[in-house]
Structures are given as structure tokens and as C-alpha cells.
């Protein structure tokens, strides 16, 4: 199922954000009849209040239909809106709303608001009230509010309210500036880096082979990890199949279908002479030949595009016939070996040409390519005779044909597995989409019918029996139980080998003496190393210099010696763009923090009364 969102902090809406909502808010009023007109008994219009301040029940209902929508877009699909109160989208919506309204009631206490001119200029700068020559457009104004069932008056006084909500969020939120100290230290761990030298444990590397286990041993491993060989629940299936493959060599060949075949597909067959080669055209033949002067004279062929500002791949034309070259290309096919030659005029002008490979001229003759174009046309035939069959097949057995009458009167090979539910096994038919969807869904008397395979094949099917799930008798297991066991024998003696390196690595031995080394001379946090546990880098970060640590993980053992601790850098430009990075985070988050506290503040100050009963009938009126 989907997963649930993460409760976010309220953050300030940008001024423009606010006021587009009024008019998505007054569409959704009016698709929905007005939820204080027509939707409640009582002409109920608010969810509850801030103080003085209401939250309407249309802000509301707006708020929590855009947040289901997002979220619905975020998981792929759409989330109902029981769902979305079972994922807290309720509580976020209704704690913005708390936030915002408060907000509304401080302005309105404090006497802020803003001017008509700056309303004006808001409002004539709306892409919704434009007319066709790009300028606000007083008709459209009034017809959308008009549709919308909202007067100028209200219209503009939410708008008037949104900006001056605004002007509040940004009194509080700044002006902060990160402290200089917070930020050095937090760059200083965060661009700080590591060299170290690792040696990559393998069997090779141990002093002595594991030798070969004792059936008791193996036993006893079999008893000890029990779960690691026993078979899953799995549905016994019994299966009518009939694949191309199977009929495709009983299929009649036509001799002239193959040569027409041939013929119509000639190009496969017969490849003329091709070179790889690169063009690097001039404007004129003056600036052409002294290019070509410059080669004579021991310039490379890279010089010369790099000096035209190009790159190699720029210029590159791939692989090439003779007559894609135009009327250069009897020239350069004259190459018998890679070589440059030119200046020689190029459909885009005159220009110099590189030839990095020839490639030789290929035919398949009709003799050779016959078998690999009839076996083509037999599987074609294959198909379609098996296509012409579902029907016969589906008629079978809707007139109550077992799947082993398709064996003996549709010719149809009869099998039965063993197919363990999500996780497949690597039998023909289990390879079939088709096929592991209907053995995923089938059930207990459920009728076979025919299904269609992507390859043109068809398959029915039938369940048989639950099998349980099952300890694998030993015997049966033996080999797998051998492999286990040696992998686990060679994993422990490879950790006690890493701890014996360690010990004498720290005992003055120098790492290089137990076999390759691979060095890091620096690397950062966040870096990479190539097939290394996922915890590597911070361990290694945790280690102080000199320490030598065994890390130890499925399918990896290595001792690790940390050989510098660089200090972040302070000079290079990267330094000062992570460093401002770093100020911009720092900041955010404590305008961030400021601003939590301050509306936590107000709505404890002004009060909030929240009326459950009519949150519940807009989530009902929402289902």
C-alpha cells in the first residue's frame, strides 16, 4: 500500500501561492455547492476558529482535496479519502490551516494590512484576469468571479489578506543569518576526508585450505540452519502447453518464399566495405589546405579540432559506406590502413578526414543463411497454427475436456511442477509473463482455459494441491548443504585471518606484506568504494589516524588501516560554494524554527476551537 507522507512543519506560503488558492478555492466552492449553503444542515460555515478568526469549511474542504490530490500524484495512484485520514493528511491539513489563520488573526490584531494600490497591482498582474492583448482585462475579472459566485469585494479583501499575511511571515521568518561558528564547524565535518590503505580478503589469502567437511559436519549443519533448506509452500500445477518450438520443425517450407525472403532482406546479408571515420570540415579551401599543411608538418589531427572548437565526437560520422561519403568517398576508401587524408570536398565543404577502421566487406550466401530464414518462417507458421487453435482448445474445455485430453486431441506436451507463489523457477514455461500471472492467480477449482504466451504459444492450467512447506530431507539436500557449509567454514577462517592481520599490523607489520593493497589517498563522507560493505566509509570515518579495523560483512572481509585525516579544505572554490550551501540550510532552518515558535505562540495566546463534528462532515461529503 501506499506509503504514508511525512508530517512536515507548517511553512510559510509564498504570497502569490496564498492568493492563486482563492481562485482554485472558488472553483471547488462551486463545483461542490458551497459546503455553508447547501451541504450541511444549519448553514454550518467554519471548522472552528483561531482566536477571532474562523477557518472556513470551504478553506478547509479546499486544503484537504489539494493535499489528497498531491499525495494520490506522489504514490501513483488515487487515494480515497478514508485512506488519506487513516495517513494523517487530516491533522497536516488541518495544522496548516491553524497556522495560516492564526497568522490572520495577529495581522488583523496588530492593525496590518496593505494598501489598495498594492492590491491593485496584485490583482491586474493575475495570468486568470488577462485579456488577449496581455493586459488585465475588466470583463474577464468580473465574469470569473461572477461564475464563481464571489464578489469584487470579497475577492479583493482575500486578496488583501494574503498579502498582508505575507509582509507578517516575512517580518518573523528574516533577516536571520547563520552563525559563523555553527557554520565553520558543521563544513568542517562535512568536508573533512580520509586516506586509507584496505587489503581485500579472499581465499587465496588464507594460510591453510578449509578442508572438507565430515557427513556428521554437514549434517549437523543441516539440522542447525534447518530453515535454509526447506522447500516453501508451493502450488502443484499440472499444464497443457503448446509452443512455436515444439510444432515450428513439422512446419512446411516454401523454397521461392526463402529466396524472395533472401532477396527482400538483401542488406543483412551482403555488407559492402565500411570505415570508421571522422570529418572535420573548413569554411574554404584556403583555411582547408592550410590545415592540411599543418598535418604534413606533424600537427595532430586532435589539434586541429580542437583549434575549430569542436570535439571528437562532434565530428565523429561512425561507421560508412563509400557513397555516404559523397563525392570524398572513392578518396577515402583508398586507405588501405587508419590514416588521415584530405583536404577533399565533403557535401558540407572542403575538409580533412580521419579513417580509424576499416571494415571488411561481408556476405552469407543463400546456402548459409537458408536454415536460420527457414526456421523464421516455421515459427511464424508455428504461430499461426497454434493461434488457429485457442478457440478449439477453449471449446475443449468449456465442453468439460480435461487437460489430459489436450494431450492426445490438440497435441499439447502435459507437465506438472512445482511453482512457489513471487518467487518463480527457472523452467521453460515459468519464463512466461502470461503463464506466472495465471499460476500466481489460480485457485481451487478453478477451470482451465486456454492463455496466450507472448511468443504465440498457449498454456492451460490447472491447481492441483497446496504443498507445504517442507523440511528437504538431507540426502536430497546434501549438495546444496555442502556449498553452504564450506561458504560459512571459508567466511569464518577468513575473519580469523583479518584478525590476525590486524594484530600484526598493529604489532609493526607493514599491510603491503599480506598481499595487494588498494589505497585511497582521500576521499569524502559521502564517496564511493566499489563493492565494499555500505558501512565502510563510516567506519572509517569513526577511526582515528593509524587504526587498523577488520570489517567484516556478507560476502566481504577486510582490514583497513586509516593513514591520513585531512582537514576540509579552506581555499578552493568548492570550499567557499559548500560553505555558503551550508549558511543557506543553516538560515533557512532557523527562520524556520522562529517561525514555528512564533505562531505556537499566537495560537496559544489567541486560542484555537476546533469543531470535530465539522471536519467529519466535509471527510463525508468527500468519500
Known amino acids: 500500500m501506499a506509503k504514508s507522507p511525512e508530517a512536515e ?83 497536516q491539513v488541518l495544522q496548516s490551516l491553524i497556522t495560516r489563520t492564526a497568522l490572520d488573526n495577529e495581522a488583523h490584531r496588530v492593525g496590518l ?46 486578496i488583501r489578506r494574503d498579502l498582508s499575511r505575507a509582509l507578517l511571515q516575512g517580518a518573523i521568518s528574516g533577516g536571520f543569518a547563520a552563525p559563523e561558528a555553527m557554520t565553520g564547524t558543521i563544513y568542517a565535518w562535512v568536508a573533512e576526508r580520509r586516506g586509507f590503505s584496505m587489503l ?22 543441516h539440522l542447525a540452519n534447518i530453515a535454509q533448506f526447506t522447500k516453501p509452500e508451493a502450488k502443484r500445477i499440472t ?47 584556403a583555411a582547408a589546405d592550410a590545415a592540411g599543411k599543418r598535418l604534413d608538418t606533424g ?21 560508412v559506406s563509400k557513397d555516404d561519403l559523397g563525392p570524398a568517398g572513392e578518396a577515402v576508401f583508398s586507405l588501405t590502413e587508419p590514416g588521415t587524408i584530405g583536404p577533399l570536398m565533403s557535401d558540407l565543404g572542403p575538409a580533412i578526414f580521419r579513417v580509424n577502421a576499416i571494415l571488411q566487406a561481408e556476405e552469407t550466401t543463400f546456402e548459409d543463411a537458408r536454415e536460420a530464414l527457414a526456421i523464421e518462417i516455421q515459427t511464424d507458421a508455428a504461430r499461426r497454427t497454434i493461434a488457429d487453435q485457442v478457440e478449439v482448445v477453449d471449446d475443449l474445455l468449456a465442453g468439460g475436456g480435461s487437460l489430459e485430453d489436450l494431450k492426445t486431441d490438440a497435441g499439447m506436451k502435459l507437465e506438472t511442477l512445482d511453482y512457489v507463489p513471487g ?34 504459444g498457449m498454456v492451460a492450467l490447472r491447481l492441483d494441491e497446496i504443498v507445504p512447506s517442507a523440511p528437504i530431507p538431507f540426502d536430497e539436500a546434501k549438495a546444496a548443504v555442502a556449498t553452504a557449509w564450506r561458504a560459512a567454514a571459508v567466511a569464518k577462517s577468513l575473519s580469523d585471518r583479518a584478525i590476525e592481520i590486524k594484530t600484526a599490523i598493529e604489532g609493526g607489520a607493514a599491510i603491503g606484506s599480506f598481499g595487494i593493497v588498494d ?38 572481509v577486510g582490514v583497513v588501516r586509516l593513514d591520513t585525516i585531512l582537514p576540509a579544505a579552506t ?32 495560537t496559544a495566546e489567541a486560542g484555537i476551537a476546533i469543531d470535530q463534528s465539522a471536519i467529519n462532515a466535509v471527510h463525508a461529503s468527500l468519500q
Open 9 to 91: 512543519t507548517p511553512k510559510p506560503k509564498s504570497k502569490s501561492a496564498g492568493i492563486a488558492g482563492w481562485i482554485l478555492m472558488a472553483m471547488l466552492i462551486l463545483g461542490l455547492g458551497g459546503f455553508g449553503v447547501t451541504n450541511f444542515g444549519g448553514g454550518l460555515t467554519s471548522i472552528g476558529r483561531v482566536g477571532d478568526t474562523k477557518i472556513s469549511v470551504d478553506d478547509y474542504a479546499l486544503a484537504f482535496r489539494q493535499q489528497l490530490n498531491a499525495f494520490s500524484q506522489q504514490v501513483g495512484q488515487q487515494i480515497s479519502a478514508q485512506e488519506a485520514i487513516a495517513f494523517g493528511l487530516d491533522r
Open 113 to 158: 494590512s496593505v494598501g489598495d494600490a498594492v492590491v491593485a497591482a496584485e490583482l491586474t498582474g493575475m495570468d486568470a484576469f488577462k485579456g488577449a492583448s496581455g493586459g488585465f482585462d475588466r470583463e474577464a475579472y468580473r465574469f470569473t468571479l461572477e461564475r464563481n459566485k464571489l464578489s469584487e469585494a470579497e475577492f479583493e479583501t482575500n
Open 200 to 221: 581485500r580478503l579472499t581465499e587465496a589469502d588464507l594460510t591453510a585450505p578449509v578442508p572438507e567437511p565430515t557427513d556428521a559436519e554437514l549434517q549437523a549443519y
Open 239 to 285: 499444464y497443457a502447453a503448446l509452443l512455436p518450438e515444439m510444432i515450428a520443425k513439422d512446419q512446411p517450407v516454401d523454397e521461392a518464399v526463402l529466396k524472395k525472403l533472401y532477396d527482400d532482406r538483401i542488406d543483412e546479408f551482403v555488407v559492402p566495405e565500411r570505415r570508421l571515420v571522422e570529418r572535420l570540415v573548413y569554411p574554404d579551401q
Open 299 to 319: 600537427e595532430t589531427f586532435e589539434t586541429l579540432v580542437a583549434d575549430r572548437g569542436l570535439t571528437l565526437d562532434s565530428i565523429d560520422l561512425g561507421d
Open 423 to 456: 518467487a518463480p523457477g527457472d523452467s521453460t514455461i515459468e519464463g512466461y509473463p502470461a503463464f506466472r500471472a495465471a499460476a500466481e492467480a489460480v485457485a481451487e477449482g478453478d477451470f482451465p482455459e486456454a492463455v496466450v504466451l507472448d511468443d504465440g
Open 519 to 556: 589505497v585511497t589517498s582521500e576521499i569524502a563522507r559521502d564517496g564511493f568504494v566499489e563493492a565494499t560493505p555500505e558501512d565502510l566509509l563510516k567506519g572509517v570515518f569513526q577511526m582515528a589516524e593509524g587504526d587498523v579495523r577488520v570489517f567484516d560483512a556478507q560476502g566481504f
Open 571 to 602: 581555499e578552493r572554490e568548492d570550499a567557499t560554494a559548500m560553505t555558503a550551501a551550508l549558511a543557506a540550510q543553516i538560515e533557512q532552518a532557523i527562520a524556520q524554527d522562529a517561525f514555528n515558535a512564533f505562531t505556537t505562540a499566537l
